[in-house]
């Protein structure tokens, strides 16, 4: 017996738990899960000040930097 996966995004908690009575109302359905979806930060927008301090304390200056990014291949 082939089994598929059924995802439905519905904007409003009272018609979705609605639809979920419906669906398991109906036999040939086997179980309606009902998911609350909290949004998650992605990586795009990740906290800005969670990466402070990430180069402190380290022998790293825009000098070293520009020493290296310019140094000739001999």
């Known amino acids: ?16 738990e609605m639809l979920t009575k419906i669906l398991t109302s109906l036999d040939f359905v ?3 899960e009902l998911v609350e979806h909290k949004p998650t930060i992605s990586d795009d927008e990740q ?8 180069w402190e304390n380290r022998d790293i ?3 070293s930097i520009r020493q290296q990014a310019w140094m000739e291949n001999v």
């Open 1 to 16: 017996m082939e089994q598929l996966k059924l995802i439905v995004q519905v904007a409003d908690k009272d018609k979705a």
């Open 30 to 32: 086997k179980s309606v």
């Open 61 to 63: 200056t825009t000098d």
């Open 47 to 54: 906290d800005f000040f969670s990466l402070a301090g990430l």
